[in-house]
T-cell receptor, first 113, second 114 residues
Framework: AQSVTQPDIHITVSEGASLELRCNYS??????LFWYVQSPGQGLQLLLK??????LVQGIKGFEAEFKRSQSSFNLRKPSVHWSDAAEYFC???????????FGKGTTLSVSS | EAEVAQSPRYKITEKSQAVAFWCDPI?????LYWYRQILGQGPELLVQ????????DSQLPKDRFSAERLKGVDSTLKIQPAELGDSAMYLC????????????FGPGTRLTVT
């Protein structure tokens, strides 16, 4: 069955420290991979996406993610976290254009000063 | 920048009442999705439209939920009767299927059933 696993439910990072959020997927076809961010009570904003090509993708707000097919992973990283990055982060997978996304359960990021 | 619009943003209703949510996708987006997000979980698809046709409603509880997109533009999701377990965030998303796979999400409707 197709699935997305985000192993970390909650992560706390000091402001200015680096961040890595983990995502593993199980998908039969070539995956299309996404990271979304959700602030409390808000919709989802796309941070970045991977369809093909370079396995290191850059997104908005200084985020990047690396696709590793051998590990079925698509981890999100940021070199220096800001307090405004505190939010919930969702990894999602899809295949051909137009199909619905399958989301992980999310990782809540807290930023300490 | 074009956005997906949803209304209402918040809805409180009593058990057994009817409730409806509205979504207006980004202009020109042929594909529209309704997702349900239970607190502490990721969104899960309820129904997907391609223009006015339903593409996937396999996870839609059809005994109480209905969805329509009559002219292939805006869409309405209805619950009748509402149950306590329906309390959740209802998210609408749209995309340019076949051109861009990116889904754009609206702000959501937070439903509380009492």
């Amino acid at each position: 069955a197709q699935s997305v696993t985000q192993p970390d439910i909650h992560i706390t990072v000091s402001e200015g420290a680096s961040l890595e959020l983990r995502c593993n997927y199980s998908y039969g076809a070539t995956p299309y991979l996404f990271w979304y961010v959700q602030s409390p009570g808000q919709g989802l904003q796309l941070l970045l996406k991977y369809f093909s090509g370079d396995t290191l993708v850059q997104g908005i707000k200084g985020f990047e993610a690396e696709f590793k097919r051998s590990q079925s992973s698509f981890n999100l990283r940021k070199p220096s976290v800001h307090w405004s990055d505190a939010a919930e982060y969702f990894c999602a997978v899809g295949d051909q254009a137009g199909t619905a996304l399958i989301f992980g359960k999310g990782t809540t990021l807290s930023v300490s000063s | 920048e074009a956005e997906v619009a949803q209304s209402p943003r918040y809805k409180i209703t009593e058990k057994s009442q009817a409730v409806a949510f509205w979504c207006d996708p980004i202009s020109g987006h042929a594909t529209l999705y309704w997702y349900r997000q239970i607190l502490g979980q990721g969104p899960e698809l309820l129904v997907q439209f391609q223009d006015e046709s339903v593409v996937d409603d396999s996870q839609l509880p059809k005994d109480r939920f209905s969805a329509e997109r009559l002219k292939g533009v805006d869409s309405t999701l209805k619950i009748q009767p509402a149950e306590l377990g329906d309390s959740a965030m209802y998210l609408c998303a749209s995309s340019l299927a076949g051109v861009s796979y990116e889904q754009y999400f609206g702000p959501g409707t937070r439903l509380t059933v009492t």
